[in-house]
């Protein structure tokens, strides 16, 4: 059993997703254990997992009031004041969405996923939790962390985490969370200092990186898992920020890597 600083990898199911939104949750995922219970609060009390406990699953409605009250009083609870809340809820309500997250849910996962999309949310979220400490706060003053576009933006970069970039525009980006194009870009510029457009094109080209450096995937292929229009626009676009051409880039990876390895051999 991995072992997290939560303790054992148990993801407490609200009995209502696996009973309303067709979703079916093995009680053994492996080395993540989904344990289906009535009443999560209760459950949380429960001697035999106060300690083992890693995330909550909690299915919402459009009874958005109802949604945003069990939220908050899961997280004002003392004992799961400190556990990621990962809810389920319809996909066409994106002010249901928006109120969760405004609430304090980490993601927001689409009623009728598949248990294995479920599953790699899951396991995205519990990976990303031991980094969450040093990044929630964006470095940003406390006069701007309470800023309306402060919020937008704060509920944006939140819902591209759970996300596949190669699948978002700034439109897209704007209806997930329930605000207009125009207030988003308001709230990139005010805040991350550039426009939707440009902040998604840097996170492109920053996945970019990571797969050039650590896949054997094609420049091509990457073009097309990140969402760019063809190989040549991909280009293009990581010249400019990166200042050499993908395949150069990579190329000059491997052979640092190269001369490491030949390094530590001669040593």
């Given at each position: 059993?991995?072992?997290?600083?939560?303790?054992?990898?148990?993801?407490?199911?609200?009995?209502?997703i696996?009973?309303?939104?067709?979703?079916?949750?093995?009680?053994?995922?492996?080395?993540?254990?989904y344990?289906?219970?009535?009443n999560?609060?209760?459950?949380?009390?429960?001697?035999?997992?106060a300690?083992?406990?890693?995330?909550v699953?909690?299915?919402?409605?459009?009874?958005?009031?109802?949604?945003?009250?069990?939220?908050?009083?899961?997280?004002?609870?003392?004992?799961?004041?400190?556990?990621?809340?990962?809810?389920?809820?319809?996909?066409?309500?994106?002010?249901?969405?928006?109120?969760?997250?405004?609430?304090?849910?980490?993601?927001?996962?689409?009623?009728?996923?598949?248990?294995?999309?479920?599953?790699?949310?899951?396991?995205?979220?519990l990976?990303?939790?031991?980094?969450?400490?040093?990044?929630?706060?964006?470095?940003?003053?406390?006069?701007?962390?309470?800023?309306?576009r402060?919020?937008?933006?704060?509920?944006?970069?939140r819902?591209?985490?759970?996300?596949?970039?190669?699948?978002?525009?700034?439109?897209v980006?704007?209806?997930?969370?329930?605000?207009?194009?125009?207030?988003?870009?308001?709230?990139?510029r005010?805040v991350?200092?550039?426009?939707?457009?440009?902040?998604?094109?840097q996170?492109?080209?920053?996945?970019?990186?990571?797969?050039?450096?650590?896949?054997?995937?094609?420049?091509?292929?990457?073009?097309?898992?990140?969402?760019?229009?063809?190989?040549?626009?991909?280009?293009?676009?990581?010249?400019?920020i990166?200042?050499?051409?993908?395949?150069?880039?990579?190329?000059?990876?491997?052979?640092?890597?190269?001369?490491?390895s030949?390094?530590?051999?001669?040593?």
């Amino acid at each position: 059993m991995i072992k997290s600083h939560y303790g054992e990898r148990i993801v407490l199911v609200d009995s209502g997703i696996a009973g309303t939104d067709g979703v079916t949750l093995s009680p053994d995922g492996g080395d993540v254990h989904y344990r289906i219970v009535g009443n999560i609060a209760e459950a949380l009390y429960s001697a035999e997992l106060a300690n083992a406990v890693a995330l909550v699953l909690m299915s919402v409605t459009e009874r958005t009031v109802d949604a945003v009250i069990r939220c908050t009083r899961l997280l004002k609870n003392a004992v799961s004041e400190a556990l990621p809340l990962m809810v389920v809820g319809p996909a066409d309500s994106p002010y249901l969405r928006v109120q969760c997250f405004r609430a304090g849910a980490v993601d927001y996962v689409d009623a009728g996923s598949g248990r294995a999309e479920i599953d790699v949310r899951v396991r995205a979220r519990l990976r990303s939790e031991c980094n969450a400490p040093q990044t929630a706060s964006m470095g940003l003053p406390a006069v701007e962390r309470v800023s309306r576009r402060y919020e937008i933006y704060r509920l944006a970069v939140r819902y591209l985490a759970s996300c596949e970039i190669g699948e978002m525009s700034k439109s897209v980006l704007a209806s997930r969370i329930g605000v207009s194009t125009a207030n988003l870009d308001l709230a990139f510029r005010e805040v991350a200092g550039c426009s939707t457009s440009r902040f998604l094109r840097q996170r492109r080209i920053d996945c970019a990186r990571t797969l050039l450096k650590s896949s054997s995937l094609s420049v091509t292929s990457i073009a097309e898992v990140l969402g760019f229009s063809d190989s040549a626009n991909f280009a293009t676009a990581f010249r400019q920020i990166v200042g050499q051409s993908p395949s150069r880039y990579r190329d000059a990876r491997c052979e640092f890597a190269s001369g490491s390895s030949l390094g530590v051999i001669e040593s």
